[in-house]
């Protein structure tokens, strides 16, 4: 429990912003975005529309992704003007 | 605004219940980066209501409020003058409702707190349907297309909500797409340096609802507006100005596509091509689209009376 959500355990009805409201979301994944870093122009493109928020924007604007809470949907592969995202599916290399 | 200079900050956190592909997600995403902090943002029941999951934890890093369905608008005009009596003028209200409590629920709520003048910013994202309830029909579901409520297509036209909103004389309406980021951004930026009632309204394409995959979510929105089924226009003290694709289609600098091309490849649109083509609702649906596009040309060129 987060210090956030300790707060309101005493009948307020406010809620606290925690990351993973809803859990670790990674788990819905069934492909996994891999990105080719190698490639990579640096548009941001992935990280505008990713839905989720999870692709990881360094200081230098290169991008990773968050597993932990990434759904898996595609958008950022879908959008990739490089085509350097592959969806790759969990438990294959 | 490039996409490069969009601040870093999230104010909608990751591991949220928004569906994988969700276009509201997206649209949150972006307005809020214009938003910044300072934002209260008041919510009908919508797929929002969801996305921001379960008490006592939230995904919104914002102060949000959870309303009745027909009470965005009317919510938001109440926070207004709360915060106006505490001196807390410059807090950005924002009222964010999808198309059922915008179109259908809260449109009189709506209506009102345009003509009251409230200085406030309406959002409302259009997925065409009641998602979050299970895909039924709304006012602004499209000829043709099936939901739960409307299984063979629904067999009329979705309303002018934009016409309605122009009417009440508002400083600023305009519309967006979450395929256009940039344009969202510019959009609300502009609506947040202006006092009075603005509106704007995102078109979010929701891939469980229109039966589309769920990495092709930008894909179809853009496709929307390429093809002129959806156009990008801002409405600034009454006058009209196109922006992005739509400019050019509306100055017949590019011709509207066959709406067959947005269409096919959505489910929601399927029984117009299964087991046999539709001829007749598929061009009643292009005539449509003609219509918008020579009323848009009406307005623009001045002729149109709601001007």
């Known amino acids: 429990m987060t210090e956030e959500t300790r707060k309101c355990s005493v009948g307020t009805a406010v809620s606290y912003p925690v990351i993973g409201a809803m859990g670790k979301t990674g788990t819905w994944r069934t492909y996994r975005p891999v990105i080719d870093n190698s490639q990579c122009i640096k548009c941001l493109r992935c990280w505008i529309f990713c839905p989720e928020g999870v692709i990881v924007r360094g200081e230098d604007d290169s991008v990773s992704v968050d597993y932990v809470y990434c759904k898996g949907c595609g958008v950022c592969a879908n959008e990739c003007p490089k085509k350097c995202i592959s969806m790759i599916r969990e438990g294959e290399e | ?100 409590g915008t179109y259908d629920i ?93 509106f704007i309204e995102i078109l979010a394409p929701c891939p469980p609802g229109w039966h589309f995959d769920m990495s092709k979510t930008i894909e179809v929105g853009r496709n929307a507006v390429q093809a002129g089924a959806w156009a990008l226009y801002e409405v600034e003290n009454g006058k009209t100005t196109f922006n992005g694709p739509s400019k050019a289609i509306l100055e017949k600098k590019v011709p509207l596509k066959p709406i067959e091309d947005w269409i096919r490849d959505q489910g929601r649109f399927k029984q117009l091509f299964k087991p046999k083509r539709d001829e007749a609702r598929i061009a009643e649906l292009q005539a449509q689209m003609e ?10 060129a001045g002729e149109c009376a709601e001007l």
Not at chain 2, 155 to 184: Q, S, W
């Open chain 2, 291 to 300: 219509r918008d596009w020579d009323k848009y040309r009406r307005i623009v």
């Open chain 2, 1 to 100: 605004m490039a996409i490069k200079d969009m601040p870093r900050e999230e104010l909608l956190l990751p591991g949220n219940a928004a569906c994988p592909g969700c276009p509201a997600s997206v649209a949150l995403r972006v307005i809020l980066k214009a938003l910044g902090e300072n934002t209260v943002l008041t919510i009908p029941a919508c797929c929002t209501a969801v996305i921001q999951s379960l008490y006592p934890k939230t995904s919104f890093k914002i102060p949000v409020l959870n309303m009745a369905f027909e009470t965005a608008a009317v919510s938001a005009s109440g926070i207004k003058a709360g915060l106006r009596m505490q001196g807390k003028d410059d807090v950005n209200v924002v009222a964010w409702a999808g198309d059922g």
């Open chain 2, 106 to 198: 809260g449109l009189q709520a709506l209506s009102g707190a345009l003509e009251r003048g409230t200085d406030f910013i309406y959002i409302c994202y259009n997925n065409e349907m009641y998602s979050n309830t299970g895909v039924q029909r709304s006012g602004a579901t499209p000829y043709g297309a099936s939901t739960t409520t409307s299984w063979s297509g629904k067999t009329e036209h979705r309303k002018d909500l934009m016409g309605i909103v122009r009417a009440h004389n508002i400083p600023y309406a305009a519309t967006a797409c979450v395929a256009y980021p940039e344009d969202l951004y510019n959009k609300v930026k502009k609506a947040m340096s202006m006092r009075g009632p603005k």
